[in-house]
């Protein structure tokens, strides 16, 4: 395999391992993630409501998000702790699909990406949705977990098609 190429969690001898990102450039970065929850329409109708038994489902997935955010270094073995990153989480309930878009956007001025802040964000904010409406309806569905676009650092810009 090509330098390019070659997977950077894993060493010479196929171990795993952190990258040393001590002497990348201080840059600012920033992360767009989203994810999709797919429900039956009286499902979104009654979290647009406001109508969950279990409060607004929505504010309740935002903070979820943010704070799954700032916890991703917990959450993902390899992945670089970013103490000063600045997590938003954003809900829009979208009749189309039906069901809800959960976008994150992560930010920080480091040595490495907020690549995977975002992305744990967005997938945190979906989990939570389905943990506030599963007495409603056991069949919604989280979908299409992606990066959208990506900033900063070495490899500069980066956005989804």
């Known amino acids: 395999m090509s330098p390019r190429k070659r997977l950077t969690h894993v ?50 997935a935002e903070l979820a998000g943010v704070m799954a955010g700032k916890k991703t270094a917990d959450l993902i073995p390899l992945c670089h702790a970013l103490p000063s990153a600045s997590v938003k989480v954003t809900l829009e309930p979208d009749e189309s699909l039906p069901g809800i878009r959960a976008r994150a956007e992560a930010r920080v001025v480091d040595r490495t990406g907020v690549e995977m802040e ?15 409406v599963k007495a409603l309806e056991k069949g919604v569905t989280i979908a299409r977990v992606e990066l ?10 980066w956005k989804r098609r």
Do not use: F, H, N, W
């Not at 329409?41 to 309740?60: C, N």
């Not at 959208?148 to 810009?157: N, P």
């Open 11 to 60: 060493d010479e001898q196929g171990r795993a391992r952190m990258v040393d990102v001590t002497d990348k450039e201080v840059t600012a970065r920033r992360a767009v993630a989203e994810g999709r929850i797919v429900m039956d329409p009286e499902t979104l109708r009654l979290i647009v409501a406001g109508e969950t038994a279990k409060g607004d489902a929505i504010q309740v």
């Open 118 to 132: 975002a992305l744990t964000a967005a997938s945190v904010a979906a989990l939570t949705i389905y943990d506030m």
């Open 148 to 157: 959208l676009a990506k900033s900063g650092g070495k490899s500069g810009a």
